[in-house]
């Protein structure tokens, strides 16, 4: 199943033996009345009624008298504890326990025989009661009104010690919220009282609301009303203090009825016909520590052929409006939607029919959301029982008395990426396996695995780069805030606050600035590190280099950056990295370092310098250690020896797929421009000797796929011998060399064509500031008596030049490159052709 619902408490195993145990010692010890009462066959009495911000969940049950018990359990201790008893047959709406647990407020309706048990008969009234309960003392009745009233207590942010006045919203069914103010002292050592109970004060809050949702864990309002037939989203924060701010108001795109009257999350409402859900409007709010807002909404169900809901993104500034066909018209939808807040994800979930998992973090890309349609188990994996989901990942299943929190299930949906042959599941599945978090390298290495068994199936988009890029993103963002808005996340890629805030309404605000200014190019990336690489490359093949201070800090960089990596993974390698300079991807290296960098330290606020450099090291080091993990899954599943192979001798078929592999890697981190490790281009190059026939061999090079190193074709010149087919391939090789670099290889080869090549060079660049001047009288004979005068006079030409700019033409490195070395290399190179 894609997602795991984890238990958190059941009324059944958590409650139920503690009653049963209470009853058996009241009923030893002879007691009466006082206790948690008798439950015998009254069993389904039992409920949940509420779920405080510190996790405790409130219950009622009744006796075979009707008596009414409130109970508490403790999710820290896992301890229940009795509250209270109304020794009258009431039906509780509401109830609520301040966070010191010194006061119990309740609402009650008399129960009926006739008709819906919770139905207010004409002339009855909804009791609102406050109850000291520490000891249980006075009684104070804050309502009777003839419409329902729902009671929520104020949860201090801090819980340190007794507050002297608590803080109690009461919600009216006639569509206004009020603020009790109330304040307790302590009498005879520890008893709590109520100070001046017959005058609490209290402050209207909200009115003329057709909508209202409570978030218990951020102590956040959300309520909408109604003006000139618009509905207006708004939100108050309740702080530390207990004071108030209308945090935003936003309009909604959706149509509410005055009429309608509809609460979320305040305690569990059992109040609606359950069987009749799919026919009510869904609409509820979700939040997570990165600053997300969304709202989602279905309305009323009016058709049996398609479902219609809409989910407004309010941190990136839009929203989308989905319609799902659910099949025949036989189909009927029994149950309604359920929404279920997952973090960086958001479900929405209709029992037998679709589950649909949207990336909130970038919804801009439907590819990274996951729909799944069917009677399969994917479909079915919920309770079909209403679902009620409270703030973050909790849900409850009310009618089983369940608290569950709902997570992502990883191995599911790792087993889920091997079986879909659908290009955007594998895309949506993908993220959301490294959303998870957990065991990154575990997880990491098994992705590997199922990319390289899958590596040619993928069409839409190059796996290998979209793991790359997706795995670094989610390493480093989840710990620092706003770096999802700096780094890339993919290879694919109103309304005012009015308070300055910190905690979640400040990452909000720093979304909505982001929304309303930015540009796609606050998202790095390597476009200024290529044209800086280049330049620097180009100035390396022509001689010139400019300041070595700021190379040297480049290098530098890299330098960091590996010794970060291998502090990181102490495992030896099978692969053969890391072993020469390799100082073009150095450079690479080096410069993304500091170009990633100053792009952070430019748009990421508040973050110190050192953080930031840490945090690019991390990047950096972990783009180059996937790279990494890939090659050693190749490379170890193939069982390949761990040194460097030879150039002699045939490709075996595991090379071939190690090659295969490599080249694909090659073409992920091209486009983007990515750092390799040091060595890669030279073991690529290696395997594409032995695997390739000569013109593919030159094929791949010319375009850019292979990438000649000094190591690799060194070792080359070294390794084979000079038969005929080598020579054609050194040969090849030589002649497609940068100019310094070829003249170093050059004198590796002692060949005829070696030598002819040296002297090109050689007399290229005696040749090029030449200036003729008058012959000169001595006559230089040459070492060959051979009379071919064009050539003696050049060989003269040379020698000239030779002794007249000795210091600027020594040829570096090699001393016996000179005019006669030229003549003699002429000389046999026309011998060759002629076949003497």
Request: glycine fraction near 4%.
């Amino acid at each position: 199943m894609a997602l795991r619902l984890v238990s958190d408490f059941d009324l059944r195993k958590d409650v139920l033996p503690w009653l049963r145990a209470q009853r058996v010692a009241s009923a030893a010890a002879g007691a009466r009345g006082g206790g948690p009462g008798v439950l015998e066959n009254n069993y389904e009495s039992l409920r949940i009624l509420n779920v405080e911000r510190n996790g405790n969940v409130i219950y009622t049950y009744k006796d075979n008298k009707g008596n009414v018990f409130f109970g508490l359990y403790d999710c820290q201790t896992r301890q229940n504890e009795h509250l209270y008893t109304f020794e009258k047959d009431l039906h509780v709406v509401s109830c609520s326990v301040n966070s010191d647990r010194t006061l119990l407020a309740a609402s009650l309706v008399h129960s009926t025989k006739e008709g819906r048990k919770n139905e207010l008969q004409p002339g009855s009234k909804c009791l609102t009661l406050l109850v000291e309960i520490h000891p249980v003392n006075n009684v104070k009745v804050l309502k009777a009104v003839d419409s329902y009233i729902w009671v929520q207590f104020l949860y201090p942010h801090v819980e340190s010690h007794p507050l002297p006045e608590n803080h109690l919203l009461l919600v009216s069914e006639e569509k206004y919220i009020e603020k009790f103010h109330i304040q307790v002292i302590q009498e005879d050592g520890s008893r709590v009282v109520i100070k001046d109970s017959g005058h609490l004060p209290r402050e209207r809050v909200a009115e003329d609301f057709v909508w209202a949702q409570w978030d218990m864990s951020e102590q956040r309002l959300y309520y909408i009303d109604l003006k000139k037939s618009r509905s207006i989203l708004k939100c108050l924060q309740f702080s530390a203090d207990e004071k108030f701010n209308l945090m935003f108001e936003a309009p909604l795109d959706i149509t509410l009825s005055d009429s309608g009257f509809k609460l979320v999350n305040f305690g569990c409402d059992d109040l609606q016909d359950q069987e009749n859900l799919s026919k009510h409007l869904t609409l509820c709010v979700f939040t997570n520590h990165t600053g997300s807002l969304c709202v989602c909404y279905s309305p009323k169900f009016d058709s049996w052929e398609k479902f219609t809901y809409s989910v407004f993104h309010f941190h990136k500034g839009h929203g989308k409006t989905f319609t799902a066909a659910l099949g025949s018209v036989d189909s009927h939808v029994t149950k309604g939607l359920t929404f279920l807040n997952l973090d960086y994800y958001l479900a929405v979930y209709l029992p037998g029919h679709f589950f649909h998992l949207l990336n909130i973090q970038h919804p801009d890309l439907i590819c990274h959301s996951l729909f799944l349609t069917g009677n399969s188990e994917v479909v079915d994996m919920l309770p079909h029982s209403p679902l009620q989901s409270l703030s973050g990942s909790l849900v409850l299943d009310w009618c089983s008395g369940k608290l569950y929190r709902a997570l992502l299930n990883q191995s599911y949906l790792l087993q889920f990426l091997w079986n879909t042959r659908l290009d955007c599941e594998k895309m949506a599945v993908l993220h959301c396996v490294l959303s998870c978090g957990g065991d990154r390298r575990f997880l990491e290495a098994k992705i590997i695995q199922w990319i390289s068994e899958n590596i040619s199936t993928c069409h839409s988009f190059d796996l290998i780069q979209e793991f790359i890029i997706a795995s670094s993103y989610w390493s480093i963002c989840p710990e620092t805030s706003n770096m999802d808005k700096l780094l890339p996340y993919s290879s694919v890629l109103t309304w005012n606050t009015v308070h300055s805030f910190k905690g979640y309404w400040e990452k909000l605000n720093s979304n909505l600035e982001y929304v309303k200014y930015s540009k796609p190019h606050l998202h790095y990336n390597n476009s200024m590190v290529r044209r800086e690489w280049h330049s620097l490359v180009s100035e390396e093949k022509t001689g010139r280099r400019r300041s070595m201070v700021y190379v040297k800090n480049i290098l530098d960089n890299a330098t960091k950056v590996i010794s970060n990596l291998e502090a990181r993974n102490l495992e030896p390698r099978l692969t053969p990295l890391f072993q020469e300079e390799d100082n073009h991807q150095r450079l690479l290296m080096g410069l993304m370092v500091s170009e990633l960098k100053d792009h952070l330290l430019r748009h990421l606020q508040g973050v110190e310098k050192k953080k930031i450099e840490q945090m690019v090291l991390d990047y950096v080091s972990k783009l180059l250690d996937l790279v990494c993990q890939i090659m050693e899954t190749s490379w170890r599943k193939h069982s390949l020896h761990p040194c460097v192979p030879h150039f002699s001798g045939r490709a075996s078929a595991a090379e071939f797929k190690v090659f295969h592999i490599m080249t694909r890697i090659l073409e992920a981190t091209k486009s983007l421009f990515l750092p390799l490790p040091p060595g890669f281009h030279t073991l690529h190059t290696i395997l594409g000797v032995h695997c390739l026939p000569l013109h593919n061999l030159l094929h791949y090079i010319d375009s850019g796929v292979l990438l000649l190193t000094e190591t690799a074709v060194t070792r080359l010149m070294k390794d084979l011998d000079n038969t005929e087919k080598n020579e054609k391939l050194k040969f090849s090789i030589i002649v497609r060399l940068p100019p310094l670099i070829g003249q170093k290889i050059c004198r590796l080869w002692d060949h005829p064509m070696s030598s002819n090549i040296i002297s090109r060079n050689h007399v290229k660049r005696l040749l090029q500031n030449y200036k003729k001047k008058p012959p000169s009288s001595v006559i230089h004979k040459s070492s060959f008596s051979v009379e071919f005068l064009p050539l003696n006079y050049f060989v003269e030409i040379l020698t000239d030049i030779e002794s007249s700019n000795q210091a600027l033409y020594a040829f570096e490195g090699h001393d016996n490159v000179d005019a006669k070395f030229v003549e003699e290399a002429a000389l046999k190179h026309t011998m060759m052709l002629l076949g003497l």
